[in-house]
């Protein structure tokens, strides 16, 4: 059985998830609306190619991306403040 501090957590990491993709999809229709480029400026951060192993019978790799903006920010900020409230 999963303890419930264990649940709020979950709920919490996917709830900061759900407002992060909703800001990054407001952000590809600001830019595709044409707002200014401070507002739609994106910041990539990871591994760009991934680090690959290959050991010939097996090819392990590893990447992992982290792209924020600032309409990603403030979807998480809603999502933070609407999960709060909730509560």
């Excluded at 999963?2 to 590809?28: P, Q, Y």
């Excluded at 044409?34 to 680090?51: F, I, M, R, S, Y």
């Excluded at 097996?58 to 998480?76: E, N």
Aim: glycine share 10%.
């Amino acid at each position: 059985m999963v303890e419930t501090g264990v649940k709020d957590n979950l709920r919490f990491f996917i709830v900061v998830c759900i407002g992060a993709v909703i800001g990054s999809i407001l952000n590809e229709l600001l830019a595709s609306a044409g707002a200014p480029g401070w507002l739609v400026n994106k910041l990539t951060l990871g591994l760009d190619p991934p680090l690959l192993l290959d050991l010939v019978v097996l090819r392990f790799s590893v990447g992992l991306t982290l792209t924020m903006s600032l309409a990603s920010v403030l979807g998480m900020l809603i999502a933070l403040i609407a999960f709060h409230r909730r509560l």
